[in-house]
C-alpha cells in the first residue's frame, strides 16, 4: 500500500457527489442525481495507517426542537437527520487496477457506520487521482450499484485540504497523527 497509499494521505473535502443512473442497454442516460443535494459537505480523511473516516451530509437539516440532548429528539426528528448525512470508518487498502494502471482500486473495510447494511462490508471504489496537481480525488463504485430499481455509478470528487487551509482551522499535522 506504501506508494499509492501516500498519494491519498491527508483530508479531502467534498467537491460534488452524484449518482449516474445506467441505460438498461448499458449506455450512460442523461440522468445524474444528487442524493444530498448539490451543495453537498463532506470530509474524508485517509490516515498513513491505514484508517479512513467520511462524513456526508446535506446541508440545512432542521434542527431538533429538543436541542439540549445529543441523542435527542422524536423519532421522526431521528429519521430526517439521518436522511440528511452518512457518516462510515474502518481501515483502507490501495491497490493499483489491473485493467487500468491510471486508476487505482481503494477499498474500504467498513467497521462502524450510520448505515447498517454497510457494517462489515468492503466498499470499493476506483480512485483517479490527478497527476499533475494531486489536489483532485475522484472515487466511483467500482461497479453499478442497484438502487431503487436502477442501475446507478455513484461519482465522489474530493478536493485535497491543504496543510496551511487546516493549520488556519486549528488543525495541525502533530493533532492529527
Known sequence: MAATADLLCGSWELVDYRTVIE????KEEESVIFPLGRDAQGMITYTADGIISAHLMRPGAPPHLDTGALHGGTDEERARSLQHSLAYAGFYSVSPREEDPGHLIV????VISSFPNWLGTVQARLATIRPATRTHLVLETEKPVHVEGTWRRLILTWRRIPEPEMRQNGVSRASRL
Open 107 to 110: 477499498r474500504h473495510r467498513v
Open 23 to 26: 441505460g438498461g442497454d448499458g
